[in-house]
C-alpha cells in the first residue's frame, strides 16, 4: 500500500480557539481550506496515511479475466441500441476519428478531451436513417469546443443544430452500478461507424489514475468493464439496460478485458464547472514532492487539531488531515476527490495505524454524504459499498 508522510517546517500557532461544535459531515461540500487558521511556527513530522482522493498518486490495475460475450443481440440489446444509437454521434479531428454523446436538445455534446486535442472546433456526423449507410465529407457539421477538462480527460463541444428525431441521452447515476451489471457500448471503434458491444461491469474504482503516453495525467472515478472497446469508441457512452448513460468509454488498460468509462458523476461535476480545468503536476512530480502543511486550528470536539496540507506541492492547500488527541477518536481525511475546490469526500483511520477503516462520500456534491465504503487488510479500496440514509 502507498503512504504519504506530511513532514514540514510549520509555523507558531498564534489564534484564538476554535470551537468544533459540528459533526466532521459538516466540512463536506466546503471550500478546500480552513477559515481562521493560521501558520503554525514549529516542524513536527505528520503520520503516514494511505494515499487516496487528493493524495493518491497512481493505482494498480486489477487482472481479471474477462468472461465470454454474447455472440448475438437479443431483444434487450436491440432495444438499447435502436433507441440510443441516433444520439452517439460520430467525431472527426484533424488526428482521429472518435466518438460522443449528445446530452442536449441544443446540441451539447460530451466526448473525451483527446478525442478533440487542442482544436477549436472539430466536425460531427449523426447517424445516418438508414442503418449502414455510407457517410461522408458533405455529412460533416461543425462543432464548438466550449469546454475542457485535462484531469479527467473529458470534453464539451456544441453543434448549432441537431437533425429532427434525435432524442438526447440522459445522464444516470453511476454510484448506483453494481459489479456484474450488464452495460452497453455504442461508438466506432477503428472506423467501424455505430458499433455495438455488450459486457458486463468488472469493478468501480474512485479516484483512479492513468496517464497515456505523451498526455497529462489524469485522474477520476471509473467503471472497469469487460465492454469490448478499441480506439474510436473514445467519448461514446457507456450505456445501462435504462438506457442511461453511466460513463464515458475512455481508455483501455494493459491487459485482456480491461476496459475503463470516466463515470456519470465526474461527467456531471465537469458539465456543472464554467471554466476549464488543468491536469495537476506530473505524476513524478506528484510522488517526489513532500508534502506540507499550509495552516492548522485547534479543535475542540474532538479536542485535537486540523491541518489544511499540500500535498502535490502547487502552493495550495488540497486536504484536511485531522489529528484528535486522543485516540478514541478516529484519525480523519478530508479531500477534493473530482476536483472541483470542494471537499468531497471523509476518510477515517479509527486505530491510527496509518490505514483507511472506512469512508463516507458525496458523490452528488449536496454536500452530505450518499455513499461509505468500508476498507480491510489496509487496502486502498473498499471491499463493501452501501448508500447512506437520509435523515
Not at 34 to 42: D, M
Not at 105 to 124: C, F, Q, R, Y
Request: charged share 25%; proline share 7%.
Amino acid at each position: 500500500m502507498k503512504t504519504f508522510r506530511f513532514g514540514v517546517a510549520l509555523f507558531a500557532l498564534a489564534f484564538a480557539s476554535y470551537a468544533s461544535a459540528a459533526p466532521p459531515e459538516a466540512l463536506l461540500g466546503q471550500p478546500v481550506g480552513l477559515p481562521g487558521a493560521r501558520p503554525a511556527a514549529k516542524s513536527q513530522d505528520l503520520p503516514d496515511l494511505p494515499r487516496s482522493g487528493a493524495v493518491r498518486y497512481g493505482r494498480a490495475l486489477s487482472r481479471l479475466k474477462p468472461e465470454g460475450q454474447a455472440a448475438t443481440r437479443g431483444a434487450a440489446e436491440t432495444r438499447v441500441y435502436q433507441k440510443a444509437s441516433p444520439a452517439v454521434v460520430l467525431i472527426v479531428s484533424k488526428a482521429s476519428l472518435g466518438s460522443g454523446v449528445l446530452i442536449s436538445a441544443d446540441g451539447k455534446i460530451v466526448t473525451n478531451l483527446h478525442v478533440v486535442g487542442a482544436d477549436p472546433e472539430v466536425g460531427v456526423i449523426f447517424k445516418p436513417k438508414m442503418e449502414g449507410q455510407a457517410v461522408g465529407e458533405a455529412d460533416v457539421v461543425r462543432a464548438k469546443v466550449i469546454r475542457r477538462d485535462e484531469v479527467a480527460d473529458l470534453a464539451l463541444i456544441q453543434v448549432t443544430a441537431v437533425p429532427p428525431g434525435i432524442t438526447p441521452l440522459a445522464l444516470g447515476n453511476s454510484t448506483t452500478v453494481q459489479v456484474g451489471d450488464d452495460v452497453h457500448a455504442i461508438g466506432h471503434p477503428t472506423g467501424e461507424a455505430w458499433t455495438y458491444t455488450r459486457g458486463i461491469v468488472s469493478q468501480i474504482r474512485r479516484a483512479y489514475a492513468w496517464q497515456p503516453k505523451g498526455d497529462p495525467r489524469h485522474e477520476a472515478t471509473v467503471i472497469q468493464t469487460q465492454t469490448p472497446i478499441n480506439p474510436g469508441n473514445s467519448g461514446g457512452p457507456l450505456l445501462d439496460d435504462n438506457l442511461n448513460v453511466i460513463g464515458i468509454n475512455s481508455f483501455v488498460g494493459e491487459g485482456e478485458g480491461m476496459n475503463y468509462a470516466v463515470a456519470a458523476e465526474d461527467v456531471k461535476s465537469f458539465l456543472a464547472r464554467t471554466e476549464d480545468r488543468v491536469a495537476t503536476p506530473s505524476r513524478a512530480a506528484a510522488e517526489s514532492c513532500e508534502p506540507a502543511v499550509v495552516s492548522e486550528r485547534p479543535t475542540t470536539d474532538p479536542k485535537g487539531v486540523q491541518k489544511l496540507v499540500d500535498s502535490d506541492c502547487d502552493g495550495e492547500g488540497d486536504s484536511i488531515l485531522g489529528i484528535p488527541d486522543s485516540k478514541r477518536h478516529p484519525m480523519t481525511v478530508w479531500v477534493d476527490d473530482d476536483g472541483d475546490g470542494k471537499l468531497d469526500t471523509m476518510y477515517f483511520d479509527d486505530r491510527h495505524d496509518g490505514a483507511f477503516d472506512s469512508a463516507l462520500y458525496d458523490t452528488d456534491g449536496n454536500g452530505k454524504p450518499d455513499m461509505r465504503g468500508e476498507f480491510r487488510n489496509g487496502e486502498d479500496e473498499p471491499y463493501r459499498w452501501e448508500k447512506v440514509k437520509e435523515d
